[in-house]
């Protein structure tokens, strides 16, 4: 079973940047079948960010233009960057497939605040 390992999170104040790391080893599978997700105190996990068909990106209204997904198939590690960063964002940030098929990592933790 693959489980990815995330990294990178942190205490950011509004409007900062922070980039995330995920390893995904031990998989068979492009690293681009791999997005990222996030889970907010009292809310369900939600997806952020994915690849798509044709090396194209999506992601949800909330996050688009802020967040960006990468991907760096030799390293096997997927990336999220993130600017411009909302107190809404704070949330524990795990990488998967979509939908998922690995085990859940850790996640990291992202947390903005003044």
């Known amino acids: 079973q693959v489980q990815p390992a995330e990294s990178g999170g942190g205490l950011v104040q509004p409007g900062g940047p922070l980039r995330l790391s995920c390893s995904v080893s031990?998989?068979?599978?492009?690293?681009?079948?791999t997005g990222w997700y996030r889970r907010a105190p009292g809310k369900q996990r939600e997806l952020v960010a994915r690849f798509s068909r044709g090396g194209m990106t999506t992601y949800p209204d909330s996050v688009k233009g802020r967040f960006t997904i990468s991907g760096d198939n030799a390293k096997n590690t997927v990336y999220l960057q993130m600017k411009s960063l909302k107190s809404e964002d704070t949330a524990v940030y795990y990488c998967?497939?979509?939908?998922?098929?690995?085990?859940w990592g850790q996640g990291t933790q992202v947390t903005v605040s003044s």
């Open positions: 998967n497939t979509d939908p998922p098929r690995y085990l």
């Open positions: 031990g998989s068979s599978a492009s690293i681009y079948s």
